[in-house]
């Protein structure tokens, strides 16, 4: 089976997705003239004045649902992972993808907006990937194959988010435990499936509280920490960042010739963390209430820097100005060891990385904290999973008319990703990312191939916001007017509210 998962994974993880990732960054960097940069202020103001109802929540807790499942393990042990098979350099093209990635994810997430709907048994707001997918294109002759798109998309994505995806984040969770406090990973494991049933059956509304409480307080606290230490090494910080550079474009003689590793962990576990264009950021993005889809386009765009360019960065500076790392030759734990640093014999590659380095600097604490901060990271992106899965679930029960079916599939979702959590806890970690890197991959390709054919939309969007922002309006969005055709919701929307003006 492990030699399976490998041959799977390096066939799903080749060349061309890195390239399709960073092109796609680029491309849309470019037609959207760089509004990752430009539309900053815009970002931060639809943060603050987000608009909720009974449908949907505000721009922020959807924001949150986002964060939740973009910042997890991936953002500690996956960049330790990187650092060990790719360098330091691969730090680098981490912020290389999160950033032509910002606006890759601003035309994923206005599409699921312009094509979102209801749920026709609790009401709430979905949307994501298998819905624009079906629908742009739904009035055309190739309807019936986009339709067909979609629903792969949709199983795709329920695999992922409801079995792969979950136990990558319950391994760091239990790894983290046991090396902190010597829990069996068995306990965490049971603990872990308790809380996650208790959340998941109140709902998107108790995930979505739930996140909005946790996300903010353990992202800010984890961010202070990491700046601490670095400036406590302050006279470490123009090495921490000469070697960031220089490994990541093959320049720095200890670590000559990985440059092909570099780019390949660096955009590899980028994404995994920051989510762009893997078509996970969509369904949160959904369910937000907004007058105009490009309000939350900007919104999710903002996410991707909070996630890789201060969470990421964090745990880099942490894990390089204290030389708490190790980096392998051949991509694997069994290669020779290119760099050995300060790191204690038998830490594997993994969170001991970042614990190591914290305890390093304040001595006896480094490993609950980071324990503490993996435990609440983790448990909140598999929330975020979940919600995800159940979105492309409810892509599939739209078709099913016994409203008591389309229950029973929702509790049979969430047994699922309980058994993943106990499984992916209790597993080894190379399973447990196989599997998570083979979910990403498929996700990434098809969602990234479908936003390039489908990106007009998203562009109209953007440029009627613009427009209507330039004359001092409001925005707010009317997709006949601006020639989008299926985005049904949006047009009862404003059928709807013309009535009411009549009366």
Same mark, same amino acid.
């Not at 092109?23 to 849309?28: C, K």
């Not at 393990?73 to 650092?83: E, K, L, Q, R, S």
């Not at 949709?154 to 391994?171: C, D, K």
């Given at each position: *089976?492990?030699?399976?998962?490998?041959?799977?994974?390096?066939?799903?993880?080749?060349?061309?997705?890195?390239?399709?990732?960073?092109?796609?960054?680029? &491309?849309?960097?470019?037609?959207?003239?760089? $509004?990752?940069?430009?539309?900053?202020?815009?970002?931060?103001?639809?943060?603050?004045?987000?608009?909720?109802?009974?449908?949907?929540?505000?721009?922020?807790?959807?924001?949150?649902?986002?964060?939740?499942?973009?910042?997890?393990?991936?953002?500690?042990?996956?960049?330790?992972? +990187?650092?060990?098979?790719?360098?330091?350099?691969?730090?680098?093209?981490?912020?290389?993808?999160?950033?032509?990635?910002?606006?890759?994810?601003?035309?994923?997430?206005?599409?699921?907006?312009?094509?979102?709907? @209801?749920?026709?048994?609790?009401?709430?707001?979905?949307? %994501?990937?298998?819905? &624009?997918?079906? @629908?742009?294109?739904?009035?055309?002759?190739?309807?019936?194959? #986009?339709?067909? &798109?979609?629903?792969?998309?949709?199983?795709? #994505?329920?695999?992922?988010?409801?079995?792969?995806?979950?136990?990558?984040?319950?391994?760091?969770?239990? +790894?983290?435990?046991?090396?902190?406090?010597?829990?069996?990973?068995?306990?965490?494991?049971?603990?872990?499936?308790?809380?996650?049933?208790?959340?998941?059956?109140?709902?998107?509304?108790?995930?979505?509280?739930?996140?909005? $409480? !946790?996300?903010?307080?353990?992202?800010?606290?984890?961010?202070?920490?990491? $700046?601490?230490?670095?400036?406590?090494?302050?006279?470490?910080?123009?090495?921490?960042?000469?070697?960031?550079?220089?490994?990541?474009?093959?320049?720095?003689?200890?670590?000559? %010739?990985?440059?092909?590793?570099?780019?390949?962990?660096?955009?590899?576990?980028?994404?995994?963390?920051?989510?762009?264009?893997?078509?996970? %950021?969509?369904?949160?993005?959904?369910?937000?209430? =907004?007058?105009?889809?490009?309000?939350?386009?900007?919104?999710?765009?903002?996410?991707?820097?909070?996630?890789?360019?201060?969470?990421?960065?964090?745990?880099?500076?942490?894990?390089?100005?204290?030389?708490?790392?190790?980096?392998?030759?051949?991509?694997?734990?069994?290669?020779?060891?290119?760099?050995?640093?300060?790191?204690?014999?038998?830490?594997?590659?993994?969170?001991?990385?970042?614990?190591?380095? *914290?305890?390093?600097?304040?001595?006896?604490?480094?490993?609950?904290?980071?324990?503490?901060?993996?435990?609440?990271?983790?448990?909140?992106?598999?929330?975020?999973?979940?919600?995800?899965?159940?979105?492309?679930?409810?892509?599939?029960?739209?078709?099913?008319?016994?409203?008591?079916?389309?229950?029973?599939?929702?509790?049979?979702?969430?047994?699922?990703?309980?058994?993943?959590?106990?499984?992916?806890?209790?597993?080894?970690?190379?399973?447990?990312?196989?599997?998570?890197?083979?979910?990403?991959?498929?996700?990434?390709?098809?969602?990234?191939?479908? !936003?390039?054919? $489908?990106? =007009?939309?998203?562009?109209?969007?953007?440029?009627?916001?613009? +427009?209507?922002?330039?004359?001092?309006?409001?925005?707010?969005?009317?997709?006949?007017?601006?020639?989008?055709?299926?985005?049904?919701?949006?047009?009862?929307?404003?059928?709807?509210?013309?009535?009411?003006?009549?009366?």
């Amino acid at each position: *089976m492990a030699g399976f998962l490998d041959a799977l994974n390096s066939l799903i993880w080749s060349p061309a997705l890195v390239f399709l990732c960073l092109g796609a960054g680029v &491309y849309f960097t470019i037609v959207t003239k760089g $509004l990752q940069i430009r539309c900053i202020p815009d970002m931060i103001a639809q943060l603050k004045n987000g608009e909720k109802s009974d449908s949907g929540v505000s721009s922020f807790q959807s924001l949150m649902i986002s964060l939740a499942g973009r910042v997890g393990v991936g953002n500690i042990a996956g960049v330790a992972t +990187a650092i060990a098979f790719g360098g330091p350099g691969a730090v680098f093209w981490m912020w290389a993808v999160a950033l032509l990635g910002s606006a890759t994810s601003f035309v994923e997430c206005t599409l699921a907006q312009v094509y979102k709907e @209801k749920d026709q048994d609790t009401g709430e707001y979905r949307g %994501g990937p298998a819905y &624009y997918i079906e @629908k742009a294109y739904r009035h055309t002759s190739v309807g019936p194959f #986009m339709l067909v &798109y979609g629903v792969i998309f949709a199983v795709s #994505m329920i695999l992922a988010t409801s079995y792969f995806l979950p136990g990558i984040q319950a391994n760091g969770v239990a +790894a983290a435990v046991e090396n902190a406090w010597g829990v069996n990973v068995t306990w965490s494991a049971v603990i872990l499936a308790g809380v996650l049933a208790f959340i998941i059956i109140g709902g998107v509304k108790r995930i979505a509280n739930f996140t909005s $409480l !946790i996300v903010p307080f353990m992202a800010a606290a984890y961010i202070i920490i990491a $700046l601490t230490i670095l400036f406590m090494n302050f006279g470490d910080i123009p090495h921490v960042f000469g070697l960031i550079f220089k490994s990541a474009f093959d320049m720095e003689a200890g670590f000559a %010739g990985m440059l092909g590793s570099a780019i390949m962990w660096g955009v590899k576990r980028g994404i995994y963390s920051n989510e762009a264009g893997q078509g996970t %950021g969509p369904q949160s993005a959904a369910a937000a209430e =907004v007058s105009h889809p490009a309000k939350q386009g900007l919104v999710q765009s903002f996410a991707v820097y909070v996630d890789t360019l201060f969470v990421c960065s964090a745990t880099a500076f942490i894990i390089i100005s204290t030389d708490m790392y190790k980096v392998f030759e051949g991509e694997s734990e069994d290669g020779a060891v290119r760099y050995a640093g300060s790191l204690p014999d038998g830490i594997a590659v993994g969170p001991g990385f970042v614990q190591s380095g *914290m305890d390093s600097v304040f001595s006896g604490v480094g490993a609950s904290f980071v324990a503490i901060a993996i435990a609440f990271f983790a448990f909140t992106t598999v929330l975020a999973y979940y919600y995800m899965a159940e979105t492309n679930l409810t892509y599939f029960n739209r078709w099913i008319k016994n409203a008591g079916a389309r229950r029973a599939l929702v509790w049979v979702l969430r047994v699922l990703i309980i058994i993943s959590v106990i499984i992916g806890a209790t597993t080894t970690p190379g399973s447990a990312w196989a599997l998570g890197d083979i979910g990403v991959g498929a996700t990434a390709w098809l969602n990234i191939i479908a !936003i390039l054919f $489908l990106q =007009v939309p998203a562009l109209k969007c953007l440029k009627d916001y613009s +427009a209507q922002k330039k004359a001092g309006k409001d925005p707010d969005f009317d997709p006949e007017a601006l020639g989008i055709k299926n985005a049904d919701f949006w047009v009862e929307r404003k059928n709807a509210r013309s009535s009411s003006v009549a009366e």
